[in-house]
Antibody, heavy 123, light 109 residues
Framework: EVQLVQSGGGLVKPGGSLRLSCAGS????????MTWVRQAPGKGLQWVGR??????????DYAAPVKDRFTISRDDSKNTVSLQMNSLRTEDTAVYYC??????????????WGQGTMVTVSS | DIQMTQSPSTLSASVGDRVTITCRAS??????LAWYQQKPGKAPKLLIY???SLQSGVPSRFSGSGSGTEFTLTISSLQSDDFATYYC???????????FGQGTKVEIK
């Protein structure tokens, strides 16, 4: 079964750090770009950032609100992508999803999503 | 960054109604547009990709159209399972960031 399983999350104080992980199975993880999306309570989806696969340079891109605070990395030997979140703010409180486009021809439309993990930033 | 604007924000409809949701991009994204359905407490589900391609397993009552900056998602005959929130997403491969619309909640009339 093709799936993404997330771990991490929890409660952290403003200014603190947290690391989320997302493990893929059932597909060749190293062949795909991996993305993080978040959703604040009662709000819409927000694209956070992505990491390309090695053939495309393995580079990262981030949305403006998280740039320079969040870092996405991948370990293809462990089929895992991580989101390191530093200098957390109350507005970073959200459910965080990892996602990817495994299906043929999708090229960026996400057909596989993790189960989501809650991050709460509060004193 | 490319901005995506959906309308309406909320839509009240009845079972059997034809429903149309619009998504506008701040600049051309060719056909690099996806539509998702999300229900409370669940991850989004891909419905449409490349503006008009139906994702495998999605009922044919869902359809997408448009290119450039104007796109629509149509549900030809609304079913009870379709009451949810719908999002568009641009994924222009040449854009450094990808963005979602703000969502359209389809409610029971």
């Amino acid at each position: 079964e093709v799936q993404l399983v997330q771990s991490g999350g929890g409660l952290v104080k403003p200014g603190g750090s947290l690391r989320l992980s997302c493990a893929g199975s059932g597909f060749t993880f190293s062949n795909f770009w991996m993305t993080w999306v978040r959703q604040a309570p009662g709000k819409g989806l927000q694209w956070v950032g992505r990491i390309k696969h090695k053939p495309d340079g393995g580079t990262t891109d981030y949305a403006a609100p998280v740039k320079d605070r969040f870092t996405i990395s991948r370990d293809d030997s462990k089929n895992t992508v991580s989101l390191q979140m530093n200098s957390l703010r109350t507005e970073d409180t959200a459910v965080y999803y990892c996602a990817t486009d495994v299906g043929s021809g999708l090229e960026g439309a996400y057909d596989i999503w993790g189960q989501g993990t809650m991050v709460t930033v509060s004193s | 960054d490319i901005q995506m604007t959906q309308s309406p924000s909320t839509l009240s409809a009845s079972v059997g109604d034809r429903v149309t949701i619009t998504c506008r991009a701040s600049q051309s994204i060719s056909s690099w547009l996806a539509w998702y359905q999300q229900k409370p407490g669940k991850a989004p589900k891909l419905l449409i990709y490349k503006a008009s391609s139906l994702q495998s397993g999605v009922p044919s009552r869902f359809s997408g159209s448009g290119s450039g900056t104007e796109f629509t998602l149509t549900i030809s005959s609304l079913q009870s399972d379709d009451f949810a929130t719908y999002y568009c997403q641009q994924y222009n491969r040449y854009s450094p960031t990808w963005t979602f619309g703000q969502g359209t909640k389809v409610e029971i009339k």
